[in-house]
Nanobody, 115 residues
């Protein structure tokens, strides 16, 4: 079992920045992929960015150049630095970890971009 705890969401003005964190504990195992997904009102959940244990990264086209994903394997923590935020980034953001045994999700954290 894997437990995921998220932090860093909130309200920000367009053009502002937020940094999300996700701390993992439990049966993580050394080889895994972690990612951030988001779900906006009335829309399907979509992948925002992912990163493997080895540091291979993938981004949605809509966030390339604005968001940066990273992880600290010594602390089992993943981050999402979000810059130049737009109103269309407003969504519930979910942390995900997948290994050979589990596909685990956090509870989600609300990000609202509004003036």
């Amino acid at each position: 079992q894997v437990q995921l705890v998220e932090s860093g969401g909130g309200l920000v003005q367009p053009g502002g920045s937020l940094r999300l964190s996700c701390a993992a504990s439990g049966s993580i195992f050394s080889v895994n992929v972690m990612g951030w997904y988001r779900q906006a009102p009335g829309k399907q959940r979509e992948l925002v960015a992912s990163i493997t244990t080895g540091g291979i990264m993938n981004y949605a086209e809509s966030v390339k150049g604005r968001f940066t994903i990273s992880r600290d394997n010594t602390k089992n923590t993943m981050y999402l630095q979000m810059d130049s935020l737009k109103p269309e980034d407003t969504a519930v953001y979910y942390c995900n970890l997948r290994n050979f045994r589990f596909n685990s999700w956090g509870q989600g954290t609300q990000v609202t971009v509004s003036s």
